[in-house]
């Protein structure tokens, strides 16, 4: 009864130990994909054999090409899309540049209008000024000719006065000629005032033609100006017709090429969703067969170690008591007595019994252990293919 206690505990030893090994390497199972590294025997199968894993696997693969397919369409119509935004954004500049060019060609325009009132008026009053200049300068040009006119003949009576006073001097003579003088003096200061009077209006005709000139020329500048800005904005006007119709084509080409994607986009993100849906239900199939093939394996090593353990005790049971006999039949003869026989048969079939029960147990554990293996392996790879 001790001796198949301490067997029962071996058993349960053997049994507890083969649960941790296969709790052991399935963590590693979960770290790894090296599943095998946990097996107990010889690996005599592959799991790209089992006809669900490989159905699954060509169902990753068959979506994986269709996902490549429509990723490269979806490449294609975003390259399209991209395009067309690019040509709506060029389009859409060049509407905006010539809309700020034609808004500011309209105000300079209206500014110019604007200014048209005040260079006439302008105009006006230089050519004012300017007639009323050139008539200054001809009223003081009769007034120096009037006094040049008048000193000459004031110059002759003094000569005429002074020659007849030298040739009968008499007070009354002496008397004129002082007059005369005096009256000469005084005309050419006048003359002088006037000469004055004529080069200060003179100079003022001079500005008066040039301020003239300026306002007429500022005028003339400003109407030519309008007329140039009234074309450029036609020409404006007529170029932003034409952008305004590549914009609307462009922008109606976006919105096909974004119609077309959509659709494409949506099937991308569906058949990718399929595909991640299959790997990840392969990878779950594949997970529970490498569980199924470990826990069948693990009952057929468990089983192996069974059957040693007891193929072990029952050759050590056979052979100790065998041994035993002999060596008691042996001692027996030699001492001649009963007791003696009995002694050394007990000492003997202990002493047989022990070295048998470990070489049985060492050759039964190894038996033992290698049938159950080929049962469990051959019960791992039954399971695997059947499911």
Same mark, same amino acid.
């Given at each position: 009864?001790?001796?198949? &206690?301490? *067997?029962?505990?071996?058993?349960?030893?053997?049994?507890?130990?083969?649960?941790? $090994?296969?709790?052991?390497?399935?963590?590693?199972?979960?770290? !790894? #994909?090296?599943?095998?590294?946990?097996?107990?025997?010889?690996?005599?199968?592959?799991?790209?054999?089992? +006809?669900?894993?490989?159905?699954? /696997?060509?169902?990753?693969? %068959?979506?994986?090409?269709?996902?490549?397919?429509?990723?490269?369409?979806?490449?294609?119509?975003?390259? =399209?899309?991209?395009?067309?935004?690019?040509?709506?954004?060029?389009?859409?500049?060049?509407?905006?540049?010539?809309?700020?060019?034609?808004?500011?060609?309209?105000?300079?325009?209206?500014?110019?209008?604007? &200014? @048209?009132?005040?260079?006439?008026?302008?105009?006006?009053? %230089?050519?004012?000024?300017?007639?009323?200049?050139?008539?200054?300068?001809? $009223?003081?040009?009769?007034?120096?000719?009037?006094? $040049?006119?008048?000193?000459?003949?004031?110059?002759?009576?003094?000569? @005429?006065?002074?020659? &007849?006073?030298?040739?009968? +001097?008499? +007070?009354?003579?002496? !008397?004129?000629?002082?007059?005369?003088?005096?009256?000469?003096?005084?005309?050419?200061?006048?003359?002088?005032?006037? #000469?004055?009077?004529?080069?200060?209006?003179?100079?003022?005709?001079?500005?008066?033609? *040039?301020?003239?000139?300026?306002?007429?020329?500022?005028?003339?500048?400003?109407?030519?100006?309008? @007329?140039?800005?009234?074309?450029?904005?036609?020409?404006?006007?007529?170029?932003?017709?034409?952008?305004?119709?590549?914009?609307? &084509?462009?922008?109606?080409? $976006?919105?096909?090429?974004?119609?077309?994607?959509? +659709?494409? %986009?949506?099937?991308?993100?569906?058949? /990718?969703?399929?595909?991640?849906?299959?790997? *990840?239900?392969?990878?779950?199939?594949?997970?529970?067969?490498? %569980?199924?093939?470990?826990?069948?394996? =693990?009952?057929?090593?468990?089983?192996?170690?069974?059957?040693?353990?007891?193929?072990?005790?029952?050759?050590?049971?056979?052979?100790?008591?065998?041994?035993?006999?002999? #060596?008691?039949?042996?001692?027996?003869?030699? #001492?001649?007595?009963?007791?003696?026989?009995?002694?050394?048969?007990?000492?003997?079939?202990?002493?047989?019994?022990?070295?048998?029960?470990?070489?049985?147990?060492?050759?039964?554990?190894?038996?033992?252990?290698?049938?159950?293996?080929?049962?469990?392996?051959? *019960?791992?790879?039954?399971?695997?293919?059947?499911?």
């Amino acid at each position: 009864m001790k001796q198949e &206690s301490k *067997s029962m505990s071996f058993k349960s030893g053997i049994q507890f130990s083969m649960i941790f $090994v296969f709790m052991l390497a399935f963590s590693q199972l979960s770290a !790894n #994909d090296n599943w095998s590294s946990g097996y107990i025997g010889k690996l005599s199968f592959d799991l790209k054999e089992d +006809p669900r894993l490989v159905e699954k /696997t060509r169902s990753v693969h %068959t979506i994986a090409q269709q996902l490549r397919s429509v990723e490269q369409k979806l490449k294609i119509k975003r390259n =399209a899309l991209k395009k067309a935004k690019k040509v709506q954004a060029s389009a859409k500049g060049a509407v905006n540049s010539t809309t700020k060019q034609l808004a500011n060609n309209k105000k300079s325009l209206k500014n110019l209008q604007a &200014s @048209v009132p005040k260079l006439k008026a302008a105009v006006s009053s %230089t050519q004012r000024n300017l007639k009323q200049a050139t008539e200054s300068v001809r $009223v003081a040009k009769v007034e120096v000719n009037k006094l $040049v006119t008048r000193v000459s003949k004031l110059q002759q009576q003094v000569t @005429v006065a002074v020659k &007849s006073c030298n040739a009968k +001097p008499t +007070p009354a003579c002496q !008397n004129n000629v002082k007059t005369l003088q005096d009256k000469l003096r005084k005309a050419k200061l006048s003359k002088a005032a006037k #000469d004055k009077a004529y080069k200060v209006a003179v100079s003022n005709l001079n500005r008066a033609k *040039s301020r003239a000139a300026t306002a007429k020329s500022s005028l003339n500048t400003t109407n030519a100006n309008i @007329v140039s800005t009234k074309k450029k904005i036609n020409t404006l006007n007529a170029q932003l017709a034409g952008q305004k119709n590549k914009l609307k &084509s462009a922008v109606a080409q $976006v919105k096909r090429a974004q119609s077309e994607l959509n +659709p494409i %986009t949506s099937k991308f993100n569906r058949v /990718t969703a399929q595909h991640s849906a299959a790997k *990840s239900e392969r990878q779950l199939y594949r997970q529970k067969l490498i %569980t199924r093939i470990m826990q069948v394996n =693990a009952r057929g090593a468990d089983a192996g170690h069974r059957d040693g353990v007891d193929d072990g005790h029952y050759y050590a049971d056979l052979i100790g008591v065998d041994e035993g006999r002999r #060596d008691g039949d042996f001692d027996g003869e030699d #001492d001649g007595r009963a007791a003696g026989l009995s002694r050394e048969f007990n000492t003997g079939a202990a002493q047989g019994k022990i070295e048998g029960e470990e070489l049985a147990r060492d050759n039964g554990e190894r038996d033992g252990s290698r049938e159950g293996t080929t049962a469990g392996n051959i *019960s791992a790879a039954t399971s695997a293919g059947e499911s």
